[in-house]
C-alpha cells in the first residue's frame, strides 16, 4: 500500500510540473495587446478638408478654378441630405395656345390693274371703317366697268372691280372718296362713301348668273386685306342693298351672292374668331 501511494505521489508531481512549464510557455509567446487606436490624428498629420468629400460627391460636380475657397458656387442649391424626401418634379411649362395667325400665302392678291377715275373727291373723314359690296349689274367685264367708271360723264366709280375671272381692277386710292353707294346711311352715319371703300363685282345682276370660285375668292382676299389693313371689323362689311336710302332702291348684290359665305371665309383667311364682332 505503501508502494502505491508513493508512485501515486510521483506521477502527479509529474503531471503538475508539466501543466506549470505549459502555462508559463503560453503567456510568454502571447504578443503584447495592442494599445486602443487614437481617434484624432497625429498633429503632425493636416485634418482631411471637408471640400474633398464635395468634391467627390455627385451633387457637386464641376471644376474648381485654382485658388477658388469653396466648392459650391453662390447660386448652386445646397445638396440635399441623403434622406430628405425628394421634391415632386416640377411639372412642364404649359405650351401657350399658339394664336391664330393668318396665312399670308392665303391673303395673296391677284395682281391689280389700274384705271383710275376722275369720279372722286376727298374723303372729309380719314378713317376707313366700312366696306360696300356691290354688283355691276352689266355683261361687261372689270376691264369694261373701268372705262365706264374712266369716263367723267358716268359720275360713279368704286374703289375696285373685281372680274368674273378673279382678276381685279383699282380705280380709285383707297384715301380718296369713290362715289359707289349715293344717298346711304350704316350704323345711323349717314353717307357711306366718306368712310367706306366700294367693291364692284362683275354680274349681271339677274339672280340666275352665278359668281364664279375665282371671283368670289378674289372678294374674300380683297376684303380680307382691306379689312386686316384697316382694322376693319367683318361687321362693317355690308351690302349696297343694306345701305341705300331709301331702303329697297338698290338691291345689289343679288340674291344669289352667298353674302355669308363671303364673309365666313373672310374670316377663316383672318383667322378672327369674331366672325361680326364690332369695335
Ligand atoms: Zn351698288
Known sequence: MRKWTWLMLAVM??????????????HGDRPEPAPPSRLAPPSDVPPTPSVAVH???PEICFVVPPGQVSLARADSPAAPPPNAPRRPAAPPPRRPTPAIRP???ALRLP???ELLSPNCNERSRRAITAIVLHHTASPDDALGIARYFFNPESRVSSHYIVGRNGSLVRCVPDFKRAWHAGPSIFRGVPDVNEYSIGIEICN?????????????AT????VANL????GIPLAHVTRHRDVAVPKGIKVDPSNNFDFLRVIRTTQ????????MATR
Do not use: H
Open 227 to 230: 379689312a386686316k389693313q384697316y
Open 219 to 222: 372678294v374674300c382676299k380683297l
Open 111 to 113: 395682281a391689280i390693274a
Open 268 to 275: 377663316s383667311l383672318l383667322g378672327r374668331r369674331d366672325l
Open 204 to 216: 349681271r345682276g339677274d339672280g340666275a348668273e352665278v359668281y364664279p370660285p375665282n371671283q368670289v
Open 55 to 57: 468634391a467627390t460627391s
Open 13 to 26: 508531481a509529474v503531471v503538475m510540473t508539466a501543466c506549470a512549464s505549459r502555462v508559463a510557455q503560453f
Open 103 to 105: 396665312k399670308p400665302q
